[in-house]
């Protein structure tokens, strides 16, 4: 028999991901919250996939007034604007330009002041230390083709990984939390090697069971035992 996350990825392949395509070739709304925000053609929809308010929970649990958060692959920006609505300074990234159109309508719409930039991870964001770094990344390993897979594919050899492991320290402080949620339809045993491998800890912090799969919150922390080592 082959491995749940391989039953798991041809259903959302094969059934969901195309039901999906035509109902979001459309403009959208989606609100949690008390936010309401547009959802363009081809960006990730944070209301029908449940790792973006998964994660929004966790991370709401903290106090973030007057906190800094950084949150990676920003979509639509649900995240990020509960995250200001809740007192925090936010930086929202993404690399996909029809992502980042998509947070400058919400920005708008909302009069936001929330700073937006078009990245490859930490390619272009100016080196600072965040209170909290929120991520809800892509983790199929397949090289996108076009913008919209962007959020969905991490890389024939999980590039994304690489570059986001090898990165990350800078902008991190002692007292800083790395959130990341991943679900068992991933190749986490891989994942949790590339963050190894730059000295990274991967926690699991929180599990969940939505319909059929388990999704997974971890904590990220520097490896001081591997730095010393």
């Given amino acids: 028999m082959p491995p749940m996350y391989s039953i798991t990825r041809l259903f959302a392949n094969h059934v969901i991901k195309p039901l999906l ?13 008390g936010i309401t925000i547009k959802v363009l053609p081809g960006v990730f929809h ?12 966790y991370l709401l649990q903290f106090p973030l007034a007057n906190k800094t958060v950084l949150e990676l692959g920003a979509g639509s ?11 925090a300074f936010v930086t929202a990234t993404d690399l996909s330009a029809k992502a980042i159109e998509n947070l400058q309508l919400n920005k708008s719409m909302m009069k936001s002041s929330i700073t937006i930039l078009k990245s490859d991870l930490f390619a272009h964001i100016p080196v600072m230390q965040f ?6 990344p892509p983790y199929y390993p397949k090289q996108p083709v076009t913008e919209s897979e962007i959020a969905w594919y991490c890389g024939t050899d999980f590039q994304y990984f690489e570059k986001l492991f090898l990165g ?5 402080h002692p007292a800083s939390k790395t959130l990341m949620v991943l679900s068992e339809d991933c190749d986490i045993i891989r994942i949790n090697l ?3 491998k730059n000295h990274f800890i991967m926690k699991v ?7 059929w799969e388990w999704n997974y919150l971890f904590e990220i922390e520097r490896n001081d035992a591997i730095d010393s080592a």
């Avoid at 920006?77 to 007192?87: D, H, Q, R, T, V």
């Avoid at 209170?131 to 809800?136: K, L, S, T």
């Fill in 131 to 136: 209170d909290f770094v929120a991520i809800n």
């Fill in 205 to 211: 912090v929180n599990k969940k069971k939505f319909l």
């Fill in 194 to 196: 590339i963050a190894a």
């Fill in 168 to 172: 990350l320290t800078n902008f991190l």
């Fill in 77 to 87: 920006g649900l995240l990020s604007f509960a995250a200001e609505k809740n007192g």
């Fill in 46 to 57: 944070p209301g029908f996939f449940f790792s973006s308010k998964y994660l929004l929970q």
């Fill in 21 to 33: 395509k035509n109902y979001l070739a459309q403009e959208r709304t989606s609100s949690y919250k």
